[in-house]
C-alpha cells in the first residue's frame, strides 16, 4: 500500500450519439472499475457465443443491459483509478432534472470531459445551437468546473478513418466554441480517440502516428501527453478545503432515544470536531459539539466531503430544519442573509422575468422562494459586461445581475468564498428555468439568537 | 388569421386559428410553420394548448427535414429582423432569442453550406437506425425520522409508487450514524417521461417515514 490516493471527480457531456458512454465504459472496464468476476463472467459468455473477437463490445452491452434492471447498486456509482486518481466519473444524462443535481448534488465535478465524435455529419449535429450539449458545457463553466478535456471519439469513422484533417477541423471548431463559453482552448487537451476500438485511450494508437500528443499550458504547470487517461492524470487535484470556515448544510434532523438531537450532513468546507461550539444559520442558535459520526462509526475530525451526523445538547430537533447551516461560532461563522446579488441565467423560462417574480430557489439543502427585487442590468454572459442597465425584463437565453430577497430566513454565501453556497437553481413548474450565482450576500446581524448551557460552559471552559 | 405571434393577443389568436387547424398552412408542415416557430421563439404558456402541441409537434422534427419542407414562409416579426431569413436557412439560424450560446461572428456561408449537407447526410443515415429511448439511472437516499422508523415498511411504501417509465431496482439500509440507517434505491427513468421532481414528492409523502429524499447518483444508461 502506497501513499493513498486522491478523490477526484469528473463529468462526461457530449450529445448522445457522441459514443460517450462507449468512451466512458471503456474507461470503468480497462482502470478497475467492473469487478473481476463480473467480468470474467461475461468475457467467457463472449467465448461460448462466438464473438471473442467483440468481446469488449459485448462486455459493453452486457453491463447495459444490467444498469437498465438497476439490480446492482455498485454500478450506479462509476468509478475507477488511474495512476494519480481514484475517479468518480458522472455521464450526463439528458434529463432536464440532472441540471439541478450538477447545481445541489453532492459531487461537484472537478473536471469535465467532452466528447465529440469525428464521423461525418455527426460532430457537426452533435454540437448545434440547439443541443444539451452546449447548456452542459456553459453549465459545468458557469458552475465552478475550470477543467476540461475534449475527445475527438469515434476517429475510427471518420472519412478517411483516423484523418488528420478531420482531426484538425474539430480541434479548431471546438476551440472556439468552448472559447464562446469561457474555457481557455490552451489549457484543454484534445485527444483523438476511438472509445470503441481503443485508440489513444489508455496507450497511444499506431493508427495515428501524425498526433504528437496533447499539451496544455497553464498557470499552475503545463502538461502534456498522448492519452485520454495521461489527461486525466493531469487534472489538478482540487484543493481541499479544509483551511476555510466550517459550512455544514443540513439535510436532516434526527432525534435519537437516549442520544438526543442529530443533524446530519455534508462537510462542505472546514473542519467539524467534537467540542467545536457551532452556530446554526440563519436561526443563530449557538450550541456545543458532543461527538460526531461517520457510517456509525466515531469521527476526531470531519473534512470536507464527509457525510457526518453530529450529536448536540440543549437544542431540540424542533429548532433546527433541512437548508440550516452549521458553523464554527469562533471562525468567520455563518449568518442569515437579507438580500444577495447574483448572475442569473435565464435558461428555459417560458415567459419573461421581470422585477417582484418569486419562483422557489435550490441553494445546497436549502429550498425557499426568493424575489427578484431588481434586475439591475443584462450582460455579456462572457465577459461580465454590461449590455442594458435597469431591463424591464430577462429571457431566455439572457444574463443578468439580480438582486434576491429571501422570503423566509436562508443562509447563502459568496460563491467565490464558498462555492456549494454560493450556486443555485431556479425552479419553477418543476422546471430549471434559470441558474444563479451569487456574487456578494447583504448578511443580517446576528443578534438575539439562542446561546444553549453547553455552549456557554463550552465557551467558558476556553477561556 | 392570426396577428404578430410575439403578442399575447397574437398568440391567443393563434391559438384559436390551431384549433382547427393543424398546420398554418395546409395539411403539411411547411415553411409557413418553420416562420411562426421561429417568431415565437420558445414553447408558448401551457395555457395555449393548441399553440403548445403544434409548438411541440414541429419541435419534434430534424433540422434536415425542416430544411426539406416547401410553402412560404409567413412574415412574422413586426419590427424584428425578417423571418423570411430565418426560414431559408432554418438550423443555422433558429431564433437568436432562445439561442444562450449565440456566435458574435457571421459565419461564413460556404461553411455553413457544407455544415448543413454534413447535418443532413448524417441525418438521414440515422433515420434508418431505430430511436434509442434515452434512460437514467438515479440512486436515492431516502432517509427516516430517527432510529425507530420500520424502514421495512418505508421502502415497501416507496415501491408501491408507480409512474409510466419508472422501473425501481436494487436496494440496502447504508449507515449514517447514531443507529440511523438510510433507504439507499436505485431506479431506473425514462427521460422523457419521469420527473425526478416528480418522484421525490411521490415519496416524501410518506410522511410519516420519510423526512427527505436526495439524489446520490444520477447517469446517463
Redesign the interface.
Known amino acids: 500500500m502506497g501513499k493513498e490516493k486522491i478523490h477526484i471527480n469528473i463529468v462526461v457531456i457530449g450529445h448522445?450519439?457522441s459514443g460517450?458512454?462507449t468512451t466512458t465504459g471503456h474507461l470503468i472496464y480497462k482502470c478497475g472499475g467492473i469487478d473481476k468476476r463480473t467480468i470474467e463472467k461475461f468475457e467467457k459468455e463472449a467465448q461460448e457465443m462466438g464473438k471473442g473477437s467483440f468481446k469488449y463490445a459485448w462486455v459493453l452491452d452486457k453491463l447495459?443491459a444490467e444498469?437498465?434492471?438497476?439490480?446492482?447498486?455498485d454500478i450506479?456509482?462509476?468509478k475507477f483509478e488511474t495512476a494519480k486518481y481514484y475517479v468518480t466519473i458522472?455521464?450526463?444524462?439528458?434529463?432536464?432534472?440532472?441540471i439541478?443535481?450538477m447545481i445541489t448534488?453532492?459531487s461537484q465535478a472537478d473536471c469535465a470531459v467532452l466528447i465529440v465524435a469525428a464521423?461525418?455529419?455527426?460532430f457537426?449535429?452533435g454540437i448545434?445551437?440547439?443541443g444539451q450539449t452546449?447548456?452542459h458545457a456553459?453549465l459545468a463553466f458557469t458552475l465552478g468546473v475550470k477543467q476540461l478535456i475534449v475527445g475527438v471519439n469515434k476517429m475510427d469513422s471518420s472519412e478517411p478513418p483516423y484523418s488528420e484533417a478531420r482531426y484538425e477541423e474539430i480541434k479548431k471548431e471546438v476551440s472556439s466554441y468552448i472559447k464562446?463559453?469561457g474555457y481557455n482552448p490552451a489549457a484543454v487537451a484534445f485527444v483523438p480517440i476511438s472509445g470503441w476500438h481503443g485508440d489513444n485511450m489508455l496507450e497511444p494508437s499506431t493508427n495515428m502516428p501524425w498526433f504528437k500528443g496533447w499539451k496544455v499550458e497553464r498557470k499552475e504547470g503545463n502538461a502534456d501527453g498522448k492519452t485520454l487517461i495521461d489527461a486525466l492524470d493531469a487534472i489538478l487535484p482540487p484543493a481541499r478545503p479544509t483551511d476555510k470556515a466550517l459550512r455544514l448544510p443540513l439535510?436532516?434532523?434526527?432525534?435519537?432515544?437516549g442520544?438526543g438531537t442529530?443533524p446530519?450532513g455534508r462537510v462542505e468546507t472546514g473542519v467539524l470536531k467534537p467540542g467545536t461550539v457551532v452556530v446554526f444559520a440563519p436561526a443563530n442558535i449557538t450550541t456545543e459539539v458532543k461527538s460526531v459520526?461517520?457510517?456509525?462509526?466515531a469521527l476526531q475530525e470531519a473534512v470536507p466531503g464527509d457525510?457526518?451526523?453530529f450529536?448536540v445538547k440543549n437544542v431540540s430537533v424542533k429548532e433546527l430544519r433541512?437548508g440550516y447551516v452549521a458553523g464554527d461560532s469562533k471562525a468567520n461563522p455563518p449568518k442569515g442573509a437579507a438580500d444577495f446579488t447574483a448572475q442569473v441565467?435565464v435558461?428555459?423560462h417560458?415567459?419573461q422575468i421581470a422585477n417582484g417574480y418569486t419562483p422557489v430557489l435550490d441553494c445546497h439543502t436549502a429550498h425557499i422562494a426568493c424575489k427578484f427585487a431588481e434586475i439591475k442590468e443584462k450582460v455579456d454572459r462572457r465577459s461580465g459586461k454590461t449590455t442594458e442597465e435597469n431591463p424591464k425584463f430577462i429571457?431566455?437565453?439572457d444574463a443578468a445581475i439580480v438582486n434576491l430577497v429571501p422570503s423566509k430566513p436562508l443562509c447563502v454565501e459568496a460563491f467565490q468564498e464558498f462555492p456549494p453556497l454560493g450556486r443555485f437553481a431556479v425552479?419553477d413548474m418543476?422546471q430549471t428555468v434559470a441558474v444563479g450565482v451569487i456574487k456578494a450576500v447583504n448578511f443580517k446581524d446576528a443578534s438575539g439568537g439562542k446561546v444553549t448551557k453547553a455552549a456557554e460552559k463550552a465557551t467558558k471552559g476556553k477561556k | 388569421a392570426f396577428g404578430d405571434v410575439t403578442t399575447p393577443q397574437g398568440l391567443k389568436e393563434l391559438n384559436a386559428f390551431l384549433a382547427d387547424n393543424s398546420y398554418i398552412s395546409g395539411y403539411t408542415p411547411s415553411k409557413a410553420d418553420l416562420s411562426v416557430f421561429d417568431a415565437l421563439?420558445?414553447?408558448?404558456?401551457?395555457d395555449n394548448v393548441n399553440v403548445a402541441r403544434w409548438y411541440r409537434h414541429i419541435a419534434s422534427f430534424e433540422?434536415a427535414e425542416r430544411a426539406a419542407w416547401s410553402g412560404t414562409p409567413l412574415p412574422q416579426l413586426a419590427g424584428g429582423k425578417p423571418t423570411v431569413a430565418a426560414a431559408a436557412k432554418p438550423?443555422a439560424d433558429?431564433d437568436d432569442?432562445?439561442?444562450?450560446?449565440?456566435?458574435d461572428d457571421e459565419e461564413d456561408e460556404e461553411a455553413e453550406r457544407i455544415?448543413q449537407e454534413?447535418?443532413?447526410?448524417?441525418?438521414a443515415?440515422?433515420s434508418k437506425k431505430p430511436a434509442?429511448i434515452?434512460?437514467?439511472?438515479?440512486?436515492l437516499d431516502v432517509?427516516?425520522?430517527?432510529?425507530?422508523t420500520d424502514m421495512k415498511e418505508m421502502e415497501n411504501n416507496v415501491r408501491t409508487i408507480e409512474m409510466d417509465g419508472l422501473?425501481?431496482?436494487?436496494?440496502?439500509l447504508?449507515?449514517?450514524?447514531?443507529?440511523?440507517n438510510k433507504l439507499?434505491i436505485?431506479?431506473?427513468?425514462e427521460?422523457d417521461k419521469v420527473?425526478?421532481?416528480?418522484l421525490q414528492e411521490k415519496i416524501e409523502e410518506f410522511e410519516d417515514f420519510v423526512?427527505?429524499v436526495?439524489?446520490?447518483?444520477?447517469?446517463?444508461?
Open positions: 448522445v450519439d460517450k458512454s447495459k444498469r437498465e434492471r438497476g439490480i446492482t447498486i450506479a456509482l462509476w458522472i455521464d450526463a444524462p439528458g434529463h432536464r432534472d440532472f439541478k443535481n448534488g453532492t464521423g461525418t455529419g455527426e457537426e449535429a448545434s445551437k440547439n452546449r447548456e456553459l464562446k463559453i439535510q436532516d434532523v434526527y432525534k435519537i432515544g442520544i442529530v446530519v459520526e461517520m457510517h456509525h462509526e457525510n457526518v451526523g450529536n433541512r441565467i435558461l428555459n417560458p415567459g429571457k431566455s437565453g425552479r418543476r | 421563439g420558445k414553447a408558448p404558456s401551457a433540422a438550423a433558429d432569442d432562445v439561442d444562450l450560446f449565440g456566435s455544415k454534413r447535418v443532413a447526410a448524417y441525418a443515415k440515422k434509442l434515452a434512460k437514467s439511472s438515479v440512486l432517509k427516516p425520522w430517527d432510529d425507530e422501473l425501481w431496482g436494487a436496494s440496502k447504508v449507515p449514517v450514524g447514531y443507529g440511523i439507499q436505485m431506479c431506473v427513468i427521460d420527473s425526478i421532481d416528480l423526512q427527505s436526495d439524489i446520490a447518483a444520477f447517469n446517463k444508461i
